[in-house]
Structures are given as C-alpha cells and as structure tokens.
C-alpha cells in the first residue's frame, strides 16, 4: 500500500576505498543525520564512539572528512539498505515505500569480504531486498541507536569487535 507521506531520498554517498574489506550497513539516515549531512549524527548515537574504542583511537571525529578519512583507514565501507522511503521523523518501524540501495558500486571497486548490519531494520530490509543475490557472509549486529538502550557502549564494543 502506498503511503500519502512523501518519499525522502537518502541524501549521502556511501563511504568507501578500494581496499575496504567490510561493509556497514545501517537502515536509512536519521533526522539528524539527514540535518547535518553525515551518518551516525545524533550525539547520542553511539557508532562512532564504538568504532574509536575498538581501534584504539581517542579524540574526537567532529567533522565529516575526519569520519571518512577513520573508515577508509580501517578498510571500512558505510552505507545504508535503503535509497528512499516514507519515514515519520527518524523511527524505522514507520518506514514505507521502500527502495533498496544498489550495492555494486561498492561490491565492484573494494574486495568486501563481509558486509555488518546494523540493528534489526538493516536486517529487515537486507533480507527482503538484497540477501537474495548476494553471496557475501553478513552478521546482524545490535543497533548503535540511541533507541536502542539495553546495550551499554560496552557491550556493543564486545559484540561488535568480535566482526571488525
């Protein structure tokens, strides 16, 4: 069923480098991430300070050439399932009118030997839409979403750590 809500078009390019090994994953970028024009935005958002703590790297990544330059220097790739929807502000259980992220400008320029999802909406979306013609392995990891409070930034630098 077609939503009356207009359609919203993901407005960031994904981040990668030819030698980019895993590919991240995430639903579709929040308000604020759409706002600032950079993924993983909202200062509760816990993605970043994740990624810092499983690489062993402290200070801040403030600006968005300082995120991308963090990504291609740990050969991560970053993107989203999701090219556009109907969203009601950042809550992916609202999410319609769904099209899917075409991969393979990723998939053709970097060896990606594993692809991250993170959190169940990635999930959702990536099994419905991508999973069947892709042969790389993907793990579904908890959400780094501030939404998602039963899991400290501890626990998902465990979890987490455990794939990249």
């Known amino acids: 069923m077609k939503s009356n809500k207009p359609i919203i078009h993901h407005p960031l390019a994904p ?23 950079s993924y993983y935005a909202h200062p509760r958002n816990r993605f970043w300070p994740m990624l810092q703590r499983i690489y062993g790297e402290e200070g801040s990544l403030s600006s968005v050439l300082e995120k991308e330059a963090f990504l291609k220097a740990h050969d991560l790739a ?14 992916d259980d609202s999410i319609g009118d769904v099209k899917i992220n075409d991969l393979s400008p990723i998939l053709q320029k970097a060896p990606i030997e594993r692809i991250l999802l993170n959190g169940q909406s990635a999930k959702k979306y990536y099994d419905k839409y991508i999973l069947p013609k892709m042969t790389i392995p993907y793990h579904v990891l908890p959400s780094t979403s501030p939404a998602n409070a039963a899991w400290s930034l501890d626990d998902l630098v465990e979890k987490w750590s455990t794939y990249l």
């Not at 970053?78 to 809550?91: H, K, N």
């Open 78 to 91: 970053l993107w989203d399932v999701i090219s556009s929807c109907t969203i009601r502000g950042s809550a």
């Open 15 to 37: 981040i990668f480098n030819a030698h980019a090994k895993i590919l991240i994953l995430g639903s579709f970028p929040s308000v604020k991430s759409r706002e600032e024009d």
